[in-house]
């Protein structure tokens, strides 16, 4: 059995007694202590990685106990689906289309196309950009535009028809959250302006780590050059890539190993498996949980500045694992997603 099998297995346990953890409530979070979860009824930005992992554990396992699971947890991805947020693209794109990128679900595959419909008739063409949204508390104007609302949409726009909003969607990001100090990853648009944003602050590791992701998708779905692009940001990536970063900069002291996960999986599909391995086998041996509780990526920080979950395993991050997993090992091809 290999490194990258056997973690898969771990990983499956731990999604096993999730299942029974959670019953019909989405899991976003878990102190590493306890393995107990936060959990949301609706899933709120992150209950499509959840899913996904369901998704990858149908097309691992190929079991159809596994596989009804996944497509009865798609379906109550559906609130989340209609929320007034860019990151619905991550729910549809992990959580619903997977199941039909993965070869496993046809009902999957129509839902998420519906889904990036209406995402797409969101996009504001003065701005550029699909808009940040009101799900989570901020207000319509002024826009915001945040670099995590890249990932998954991208892809997803693309593999729906609507390549031309992706497209435009990236182009202005990528114009407005580049700066000499580093990455903006949020700015608000005041008149033809644009102004960086405290939240997420910069620094943030997450941010570099989605930009790559969606960089990566890019030039799958869009343009090939777009690669070009992601070797310019690996060329600057402030950390060194086989280690784990610091959450922020600012605080070295408090790694997040869910931003390594991101950028594992984005080394895979940018032809880097041997740095998407080095990566992965440093989150395996130092931070994958083994012994009577397996399967868990520890050292996770959702949100430094606030305080909320800082040390702890989320849900993205085992997610993110378990594709680099996946696809290491050969078990799903990087494009497949």
């Known amino acids: 059995m290999t490194g990258s099998t056997s973690a898969l297995e771990r990983m499956l346990d731990r999604i096993s007694s999730t299942e029974s953890a959670v019953r019909d409530r989405f899991p976003l979070f878990a102190a590493a202590d306890s393995g107990e979860w936060t959990t949301s009824r609706r ?9 996904g992992q369901l998704w990858l554990r149908a097309r691992v396992t190929d079991d159809p106990r596994h596989r009804a699971a996944a497509e009865t947890w798609a379906q109550r991805l559906e609130p989340a689906i209609a929320a007034d947020t860019v990151t619905r693209g991550l729910t549809l794109w992990y959580g619903v289309a997977a199941g039909h990128r993965l070869g496993l679900s046809v009902t999957a595959g129509q839902q998420a196309r519906a889904g990036a419909a209406r995402l797409a008739a969101t996009f504001d063409a003065a701005a550029g950009i699909l808009p940040w949204g009101t799900a989570f508390g901020e207000p319509a104007e002024p826009l915001i535009a945040r ?23 990236l182009a202005t990001h990528l114009r407005i959250c580049a700066a000499p100090t580093g990455l903006i990853p949020a700015l608000s648009r005041s008149g033809a302006a644009w102004e960086p944003r405290g939240e997420p602050p910069a620094g943030w590791s997450r941010g570099e780590a989605w ?12 343009d090939g050059d777009h690669a070009c692009l992601a070797d310019e940001l690996l060329d600057r990536w402030p950390w060194p890539i086989s280690e784990i970063p610091a959450a922020l900069r600012q605080h070295p002291e408090v790694p997040d190993t869910s931003a390594a996960a991101i950028t594992a999986v984005a080394l895979c599909k ?6 998407a391995q080095e990566l992965v086998d440093v989150l395996v041996a130092h931070h994958l949980s083994a012994g009577d509780r397996p399967g868990r990526l520890l050292s996770g920080c959702y949100d430094l500045p606030r305080g909320l979950a800082t040390t702890h395993e989320l849900i993205w991050g085992d997610f993110f694992l378990m594709l680099a997993l996946a696809i290491l090992s050969g078990a799903v091809d990087p494009t497949d997603l």
Do not use: Y
């Open 270 to 275: 940018l032809g880097r498996p041997d740095r």
């Open 43 to 51: 899933g709120s930005w992150a209950g499509g990685f959840w899913v």
């Open 147 to 169: 670099v995590d609302g890249l990932a998954g949409t991208i892809p997803l726009l693309a593999w729906a028809g609507a390549a031309h909003v992706a497209t435009r969607h």
């Open 211 to 222: 930009l790559l992701l969606a960089l990566a998708d890019a030039a799958q779905w869009l």
